[in-house]
């Protein structure tokens, strides 16, 4: 896909009315959706698993984006592969072979996405990028929705986009993505992005509005082209 993806992240939505919510920012522009999967052992939280997902599999035709915050991951792929994700992002932190679950996602069909909290360096995973379709950069420790864009990780991005020059990879940012940090992130290098307060609060009716400035800033970045 050409110029920015915005990938919404239904964390910071109102879990009381998800399929509503789904639907809603599908219809406000949203490139994909993002689903946040944690297990209060790989992250200090809680939020769901693949039935959700499924659930809410109907409200949207866009692609599913499952970023899993989960170890061990690999016991649980086959179940998310059925609960409809497209893309299933696993942590390079999560386990001792990561090699494994990239493939095993691969095998299921699916878009593979590895992630990299800020404190990983680029260069973890350089050995892994001809099993992946998607490198996923935390821009502030997974967990929870709201906090700061942590500007250390512009390297990283930069980093990764000149490991993966010449490859379709995504390289996604996740956290702490706004009108303003988008266009950092970028410059960077970064051509997803994900964002979850920047979207949902406020409630449905600037759904569409706070994609458009999401996107207007990533957009607005001049330069190479968006994906790497
Ligand atoms: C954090 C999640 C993010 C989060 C982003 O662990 O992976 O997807 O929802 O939320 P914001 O955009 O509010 O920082
Ligand atoms: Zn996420």
Redesign the pocket.
Known sequence: MNGPIISP?I??ADFATLGEEVRAVSEAGADWI?L?V?DGHF?P?LTFGPAVIKALRPYSAKPFDV?L?IAPADPYLAAFAEAGADTISVHVEAGPHIHRSLQAIRDLGKRAGIALNPGTPASAVEPLLDLVDLVLV?T????????S?IPSTLETIGRLRAICAGRAIDIEV?????PETVALAARAGANAF??????FKGGPAGYAERIAAIRAGAAAVGGGPLSC
């Not at 996740?174 to 706004?178: C, L, S, T, V």
Request: hydrophobic share 40%.
């Open positions: 992240s964390l910071s993002h946040d944690m992250v939280n970023h915050m935390m502030v420790n997974p967990g929870f929705g709201g906090q864009f996740d956290g702490g993505i706004g994900v964002a979850g307060n920047a979207v």
